[in-house]
């Protein structure tokens, strides 16, 4: 088969397999099926594409075959002929290119995969089983691609997928977009599957399996059509926004021996320029919108990390200001950590320690392994070596990667040295 | 689809008890949406019944000993779990006890 079909089918797969999934799972109300029909019409644009040339519009072609495998099945099924017309009268994706306006059933443009975003990410189903179902019928990851992305066995991931979409018919959650008024709690879920999956594939070492690698593209992807047909909501343009910006980043976050590089180490030449100019451009529109969110306050201040030329050069007052606005968003230990991080930057040791300690007191964070890094880090700037050396300590008796262990010891090493 | 709401609460609940629902039910019915409806006796007035080995085994007071006691329950007709997670969050046990929404098994 010529090169040419196999990229068109890729990028025919990337494109329009969740649109075609979403949609027959509308029309026939059964998921399996669904994806059945959805894997035969891929398979008989392998098959045909190279003889009959590639079809002008390959995502029309791929939603006809689709529906027409769905008529016959559920003709062999000698199911009713409502339901037929039903299927017969889905339509092929509009024409040209991406939609862009919300789920619809007034504006003549139907996107069914909102419907299938919320549905995965209903709150009546496991995380577990949110990610997984939303990698098989959104992403077209397989079931044995999923069970690997998650190191899972394929029975045990296959098993999932299954409960999961028993669930959907058994405890009747509905297949839609949930009324204006409960979107405020609902889309957040769905933004947290979103970024689970980006950051399942951003902690992926270098080592690990390419599947799991491709999670950041895959929820970047998804992100992308979310923000398409979410246009008012400025926190999944602010989800889109974070993820570039920490994407952009990846290609320096590594050394040779796959050790992570902290931010003001990395080589910022081998950041991606274009990818964190989208995400500033997205996230400034996204605040435009005057609703501000913790995704688009994250997005904030990864912006604030990358478009520093040098380490130098970080703007920690914002970072500290943003920190304490996401506070508002998310008073979580962890964000309080960070934000004493920041404080420390902008405004010396010092202020970050008192906020650090108080933290301590507090009994927040016992057994976390960086409160004492951070903790022995200020003690160290303010050159309180003999506190610090025990700072180090405490934190490398938590610390169980080896990367993570090699860095501390050579703290520890400058830190005793000089006590 | 159909599901059995069970109003649940520990022992404070029955503080409740007399509190009635405070419209919901009236609410309910008017929507159409309430096909049976009842508040229960105390599980210390149980009976748990058995059949082993054809003999019949009678034991006093609930099967399972938990700390939340069914007080009483509900079956509703909604057009999926959405709407039934908004008709139980409405009834005033929820603001006290928990309510376990149940699908029918079609």
């Keep these: 088969m010529s090169t040419d079909v196999k990229a068109a089918v890729d990028a025919a797969f990337r494109d329009e397999w969740g649109r075609i999934v979403a949609t ?110 939303t990698l098989r019928t959104l992403a077209g990851l397989t079931t044995a691609e999923i069970a690997r992305a998650f190191l899972a ?141 913790p995704y688009q306050v994250q997005a904030a201040i990864a912006a604030c990390h990358a478009t520093a030329p040098t380490a130098d050069h970080t703007d920690w007052p914002q970072i500290a200001a943003l920190y304490g606005r996401l506070l508002e968003f998310l008073p979580t230990p962890v964000v309080e950590l960070n934000h004493a991080v920041a404080v420390g930057m902008a405004r010396g040791p010092m202020a970050g320690l008192e906020l650090v300690e108080a933290l301590a007191a507090a009994g927040k964070l016992a057994g976390y392994h960086l409160l004492p890094a951070t903790r022995a880090d200020f003690l160290r700037r303010l050159g309180r070596m003999p506190e610090a050396a025990a700072a180090y300590r405490e934190t490398l008796e938590l610390t169980s990667t080896d990367a993570e262990r090699r860095y501390l010891n050579r703290r520890l090493a400058e830190t005793s040295g000089q006590a | 689809m159909r599901y059995l709401l ?41 009976r748990t019944v058995r059949v082993r080995r054809r003999k019949l085994l009678l034991s006093d007071g609930p099967f399972a000993e938990t700390k939340e006691q069914i007080a009483g329950f509900c079956i509703i007709e909604c057009a999926d779990l959405d709407e039934a997670v908004q008709a139980a969050a409405r009834h005033p046990a929820a603001g006290y006890g928990t309510i376990e929404i149940r699908p029918f098994s079609s």
């Design chain 1, 153 to 293: 066995s394929e029975p045990t991931m296959a098993k999932r997928l299954v409960r999961a979409k028993q669930k959907i018919q058994h405890a009747g959650i509905p297949y839609r977009v949930p009324p204006a008024h409960l979107l405020p709690e609902r889309t957040p879920g769905v933004l947290g599957v979103l970024y689970l999956l980006f950051n399942e594939g951003y902690s992926a070492t270098a080592g690990a399996d390419l599947v799991r690698q491709n999670l950041s593209a895959e929820a970047i992807r998804l992100a992308r059509v979310l923000a398409r047909l979410m246009p008012d909501e400025p926190e999944v343009a602010g989800l889109l926004a974070l993820m570039l910006l920490h994407d952009a980043r990846r290609g320096a976050r590594l050394d040779a021996a796959g050790d992570l590089i902290t931010l003001e180490d990395q080589d910022r030449a081998l950041w991606d320029g274009a990818e964190i100019s989208e995400g500033v451009a997205i996230l400034e529109a996204a605040l435009r919108l005057g609703r501000p969110g």
């Design chain 1, 24 to 133: 027959l799972i509308r029309t026939t109300g059964d998921w399996d099926l669904a994806e059945e029909c959805a894997q035969d019409a891929f398979a008989m644009a392998l098959q045909r594409w190279p003889k009959d040339g590639i079809p002008g519009r390959p995502g029309a072609w791929l939603t006809t075959a689709a529906r027409n495998r769905a008529i016959d099945v559920l003709r062999r099924k000698a199911v009713g002929a409502a339901k037929l017309r039903e299927v017969a009268a889905m339509s092929p994706p509009p024409e040209p290119g991406p939609v862009f306006g919300t789920e619809t059933d007034h504006s003549g443009v139907p996107d069914d995969r909102l419907r299938l975003m919320f549905t995965c990410c209903h709150p009546a189903l496991s995380l577990e089983a949110r990610v997984a179902l």
């Design chain 2, 6 to 46: 069970l109003i649940c609460g520990d022992e404070s609940a029955a503080a409740h008890a007399e509190d009635g629902c405070g419209g919901w039910t009236e609410d309910m019915q008017e929507r159409g949406l309430l096909r049976a409806t009842g508040g229960l006796r105390p599980p210390t007035e149980a």
